[in-house]
C-alpha cells in the first residue's frame, strides 16, 4: 500500500474499506459527487488512494477533486474524442498488473458520460471492471420527485436539432415510466417548449436544477405551466438540470385525455351542444358527460 493509502487508511471511518480486497489489473469505474463534495463514498476515497492512476473527462476537474482530499496521482485524460485510444492505453496497464480508476466530471462514468467505449474495451480484453456505486443525478432527481411509478426511462440529452429531437419525443408518448432527461441551461427553455408541444399539458413535469450544490431547487408543476415557472425568475434558466416527464397515463386515463383534447379543438369552432354531441361520436364517450365538460370549459 503507498503512503497515501496508508495515510487515508488511517481515519477510523475507513476501516471497512480499507480491509476489503482490491485485485490488481482492475479498473475500478468510480463514481463521484454531482455537487456536494461530501458526497463521495468511502470506498470511492480508499479506491482513489490506492490506484496507479486515474483516467478521467477533464484533468483540471479530477485534480481538484483529489487535492480536496489530499491525493495525487497520475491522471490520463479519457473523454468522448478520444476514448478508443484510451482504452489501448488503459489495457496495457492493467494488463501490467496496475488498477485504475475510471471516472468522470460528476456523477457515475458511461452513463449519459464518457466511459461506455472504455469499460467495453477493457471487458472485451478479459480484463475485470469493478464497479464502485454512488451519486447518479438521474436516481438523485427521482428520490425526490414525487412522482409514483415503479419504472423509469433514461433518455439523456435530447438533440440539440429541433426536428431530431421532436422526432424523439413523439416516440416517447407512449412510454409509461417515468422519463429522465438531461439539459444544459442554455437550453432549458427550448426542451421546456419542446416537452408541452409533444406530451399532454397535465402531464407532470420535475425540473430539478444544480442538485447537491448551494442553490439546488427541485419543482413540480403540470407541463402547461414548465415555461411559465422557467421566465418567472431568470436565476431559473442557470445550472444543470435534470428534467423528469410523468409516463403516459393507463389507458383509462389516455381516453380521457384523448376526448378532452378533441372537445377543445372542436368547441373552437362549434357550439357546445354540437361539440359535444360529435366528440362523442368521435371517442365513444357519454354525450352528457361531454356536455357537462364543455360547459365546464366554456365557463
Not at 483516467?55 to 476537474?61: I, Q, V
Not at 491525493?71 to 468522448?80: G, M
Not at 460528476?106 to 464518457?114: E, H, I, K, L, Q
Not at 408543476?221 to 422557467?230: K, R, V
Request: proline share 5%.
Amino acid at each position: 500500500m503507498t503512503d497515501q493509502a496508508t495515510s487515508i487508511a488511517t481515519l477510523p471511518v475507513l476501516g471497512e474499506a480499507v480491509n476489503q480486497t482490491y485485485p490488481i489489473a482492475t479498473l475500478y469505474v468510480v463514481a463521484t459527487p454531482i455537487g456536494n463534495v461530501a458526497d463521495i463514498t468511502v470506498r470511492a476515497l480508499h479506491v482513489l488512494s490506492l490506484v496507479n492512476a486515474v483516467a478521467c473527462e477533464d484533468t483540471r476537474n479530477t485534480a481538484q477533486l483529489l487535492t480536496r482530499f489530499g491525493l495525487h496521482k497520475p491522471l490520463i485524460a479519457a473523454h468522448q474524442h478520444n476514448e478508443r485510444e484510451a482504452a489501448e492505453t488503459l489495457i496495457a496497464r492493467l494488463q501490467a498488473g496496475e488498477r485504475i480508476a475510471l471516472v468522470s466530471d460528476a456523477g457515475t462514468p458511461a452513463v449519459s458520460d464518457p466511459g461506455a467505449r472504455i469499460v467495453d474495451a477493457v471487458r472485451s480484453a478479459g480484463l475485470r471492471v469493478m464497479p464502485l456505486p454512488g451519486a447518479s443525478a438521474a436516481v438523485t432527481a427521482l428520490s425526490a420527485s414525487g412522482l409514483v411509478n415503479d419504472q423509469f426511462h433514461f433518455v439523456g440529452f435530447l438533440p440539440a436539432k429541433a426536428k431530431q429531437r421532436d422526432t424523439v419525443l413523439q416516440q416517447l408518448r407512449s412510454v409509461p415510466a417515468t422519463m429522465v432527461f438531461y439539459e444544459a441551461p442554455h437550453r432549458i427553455v427550448e426542451c421546456a417548449e419542446a416537452l408541452a408541444a409533444a406530451f399532454e399539458p397535465t402531464r407532470q413535469v420535475v425540473f430539478a436544477r444544480e442538485l447537491t450544490k448551494l442553490f439546488e431547487e427541485i419543482h413540480r408543476c403540470p407541463l402547461s405551466e414548465a415555461a411559465q415557472w422557467l421566465a418567472a425568475d431568470p436565476h431559473r434558466e442557470k445550472g444543470e438540470f435534470v428534467v423528469l416527464v410523468e409516463g403516459a397515463p393507463q389507458a383509462s386515463d389516455a381516453q380521457d385525455v384523448e376526448a378532452e383534447r378533441i372537445l377543445n379543438i372542436l368547441l373552437a369552432e362549434l357550439p357546445v351542444k354540437q361539440a359535444a354531441a360529435l366528440a362523442a361520436q368521435i371517442t365513444g364517450k357519454k354525450k352528457n358527460a361531454l356536455y357537462d365538460r364543455a360547459l365546464q370549459i366554456k365557463g
